[in-house]
């Protein structure tokens, strides 16, 4: 069951092409972003959010992705707590690759 307090979106939810007015922030760590990752998204592993959240502007609308949407979730409930706006992608990589979506490497 998901927590109702972080804001969450589903893959069907989100254009097939992201929107300029939308980043994507990819949570997951170096060998996974190296697998394959949305094109044009931001590469911070969780664990250095804290360090490197400066890099990301608050105000700018942000999905949240890593690979089953547990880790973007925490980032999410993170960030949304120091106002960033901010929301999780409900699967991760994994729901968005099985949806046909297109990655990089």
Do not use: F, K, Y
Request: hydrophobic share 40%; net charge negative.
């Amino acid at each position: 069951m998901s927590d109702p307090s972080i804001p969450t979106t589903e893959i069907d939810a989100i254009p097939d092409t992201i929107p300029g007015d939308l980043v994507v922030l990819d949570v997951r760590e170096p060998h996974e972003w190296a697998a394959g990752h949305i094109d044009g998204a931001i590469h911070i592993p969780l664990g250095d959010i804290p360090a490197r959240v400066g890099e990301l502007d608050p105000a700018v609308r942000t999905l949240v992705i890593c690979h089953l949407g547990g880790r973007s979730a925490r980032a999410t409930q993170w960030l949304h707590a120091q106002g960033h706006d901010v929301t999780n992608v409900a699967g991760g990589m994994e729901a968005w690759e099985t949806a046909g979506r297109p990655t990089v490497r």
